[in-house]
């Protein structure tokens, strides 16, 4: 099998910023170097081991297929998870991904730190919200964790070319987490480059950047976008091969499948810093705000509307029933969380005109999705669907 050779590089320090990064070199000589950029205040957080780098790279080894030549150390317990993770992945999609072999220079485990510090990925949106104020106000039970830093990262929903949006965006972020007495790590990466389909990709990317802080914490968080029962596998993160991405002495803790996401906006509503900086929209101009018109930021403001709660500041404009009526959806999961809008909705008592908009719109959504199985059907069902 083609090989792929992966170089760690020494820990840099420059105008503040420490940079932990590695070399990457294709079967056909091509190379890459794949980066991490913090501020140097974290710098005693950081791993020694490759393992991060592993995790980042494992797809596009998949991918060519090419076996992962590591010349540094690595985690013989992160290696026999990642075999298993391998097999479900080339089992979902047998066209796009092979096993591969992961053969490091020397295989070590990291010491056990004294400590269960964990440290989660924090987007700013509804999901790692839910996250870290379930955690820290000790909602969660037995299932508590220790959070004490949320990694908000450049270069994954925001481009590391736009600059000022992400430092408004991160400035909202950290008053979130301020609040709530949690460190905020701003990181930047290029690991995105390396990736060819952020949908199977985006959890092994985050786990990457969790595991590059196992030098300071024993587990890392990265909150869940879809409940256990609804779940369409396969999704780059999720419950069954999350934890796989695991060492024995970095637990990769997929979180927050237990909920709808109508139950989590329930449970942050009372955050007043996360209704005043949420940000949910991947779409908009400006990436550190709201749009308001795409069909995340509707979904969003119609779960507050069904709970019977105002419209947050985080949202500067509302969406009319006929915005609403024509959003469109192609994926089950999506709509079946509308449903459960609409239910908790009548539930509430609330018979507002949107949720008759909102009823039309799962219809038309639900015509669309079966016709797009039959093509033909879709092709002369499509220009009737535009008429509503």
């Known amino acids: ?70 010349h540094g150390q690595a985690s013989p317990s992160l290696l026999r998870n990642l075999v298993e993770f391998q097999q479900a992945w080339a089992l ?30 924090f987007s700013g949106g ?22 004490q830093a949320g990694v908000f990262i ?10 000022e949006d992400y430092e408004r965006a991160a400035a909202k972020a950290r008053l979130m987490l301020d609040s709530l007495g949690l460190k905020m790590i701003p990181v930047a990466t290029n690991a995105k480059k390396l990736g060819a389909d952020l949908i199977d990709e985006h959890g092994a990317f985050l786990a990457a950047a969790l595991s590059m802080f196992s030098g300071a914490y024993t587990s890392g968080l990265i909150s869940s976008s879809i409940p256990y029962h609804m779940l369409a596998l396969p999704w780059g993160t999720n419950p069954l091969t999350d934890p796989l991405l695991s060492s024995q002495s970095f637990q990769v803790v997929h979180d927050g499948c237990s909920h709808y996401k109508i139950d989590k906006i329930k449970a942050i509503s009372g955050w007043p810093e996360a209704m005043q900086n949420l940000r949910v929209c991947l779409v908009g101009e400006f990436k550190d705000r709201n749009c308001c018109r ?29 915005q609403l009526r024509k959003m469109v959806c192609f994926h089950r999961e999506t709509i079946d969380q509308y449903k459960v809008a609409l239910e908790t909705a009548r539930q509430n008592g609330i018979t507002a005109s949107w949720t008759g908009a909102l009823r039309q ?10 016709l797009k199985k039959h093509p033909l059907l879709w092709k002369a069902g499509r220009k009737l669907l535009r008429g509503f």
């Open 1 to 70: 099998m083609q090989k792929i050779h992966l170089w760690p590089k020494e820990i840099s320090e420059q105008d503040g910023l420490v940079t932990a990064s590695a070399v990457i070199e294709m079967p056909g000589g091509e190379r890459q170097e794949l980066w991490y950029r913090l501020p140097a205040e974290h710098r005693h957080a950081l791993t020694s081991s490759c393992d991060p780098y592993v995790l980042a790279c494992l797809f596009i080894a998949m991918r060519c297929p090419a076996d992962l030549i590591i």
């Open 92 to 121: 979902w999609k047998p066209n796009r991904y092979t096993c591969i072999e992961t053969i490091p220079d020397s295989e070590q485990e990291q010491p056990r730190l004294n400590t269960d510090a964990a440290i989660a990925a």
């Open 126 to 147: 509804v999901d790692s919200c839910f996250t870290v104020y379930r955690h820290v106000t000790g909602q969660y039970g037995r299932w508590k964790r220790n959070v």
């Open 154 to 163: 450049h270069g994954f929903d925001i481009s590391l070319r736009i600059k």
């Open 294 to 322: 795409c069909e995340k930021c509707a979904r969003t403001m119609i779960f507050f509307r069904a709970l019977g709660l105002p419209r947050p500041p985080a949202f500067e404009q509302d969406i009319s029933d006929q």
């Open 361 to 370: 719109m799962i219809y038309l959504n639900e015509m669309r999705v079966r």
